[in-house]
C-alpha cells in the first residue's frame, strides 16, 4: 500500500472532479477503492469512522496527528494551509463517496480550529451536490450512520 500523501491528494482531487464534472457514467464506489490503496487515504478514512461512532469531531491538525500516528512517521503536516487544502481533497472525496452510497456526508465532524467549522469546502461541496445541509443535523446524522442512536 502507498503511503504518499501527495499521490493520494492528487487521486482524491481528480476523484472528485470526475465525479462532480464529468458524465453521470461515472460510478464513486467503485472509483473509490482505487483510493482506499492509498495507505494514508485509508487511515484517513478509517479515524473519521472510529471518530463518528464515538461521536466526536476533529479539527484537521488532530485528524492529521491522528493518522500520523497511526501511520507510526509524520506523513500528513500538521498545521497551515497545505494541511487545510490537501486534507479538504482527500475529506471531499470521503464525502462524495458517503453521498453516492446514501450516508450523509462524514467530513461534516471535521472543523477548522479557529472557527470550529467545516471549512470552505465542505460547504461548497454541498452546495456542487446541490443539497440543502444544515451543520449540526448533517453531524447528528453522521453520528446516528455510524455510531447509531445516542444513550440517554
Not at 123 to 146: D, P, Q, T
Request: net charge positive; proline share 3%.
Amino acid at each position: 500500500m502507498n503511503v504518499d500523501f501527495k499521490e493520494a491528494y492528487a487521486a482524491s482531487r481528480e476523484f472528485c472532479l470526475k465525479y462532480l464534472y464529468s458524465d453521470k457514467l461515472f460510478k464513486a464506489p467503485e472509483e473509490f477503492k482505487a483510493l482506499l490503496e492509498f495507505r494514508t487515504f485509508n487511515e484517513i478514512y478509517t479515524a473519521l469512522i472510529s471518530l463518528a461512532i464515538g461521536r466526536r469531531t476533529v479539527s484537521y491538525g488532530e485528524l492529521a496527528r491522528i493518522v500520523n500516528r497511526r501511520l507510526g512517521k509524520e506523513i500528513l503536516p500538521t498545521q497551515g494551509s497545505w494541511l487545510g487544502r490537501s486534507l479538504g481533497e482527500i475529506l471531499g472525496a470521503i464525502s462524495i463517496y458517503e453521498f453516492s452510497v446514501g450516508r450523509p456526508l462524514l467530513s461534516v465532524i471535521v472543523y477548522n480550529a479557529t472557527t470550529k467549522k467545516p471549512g470552505d469546502g465542505f460547504y461548497r461541496l454541498v452546495n456542487a451536490l446541490g443539497l440543502k445541509v444544515r451543520e449540526s443535523c448533517e453531524k447528528e446524522r453522521v453520528f446516528i450512520a455510524w455510531g447509531g442512536y445516542a444513550r440517554k
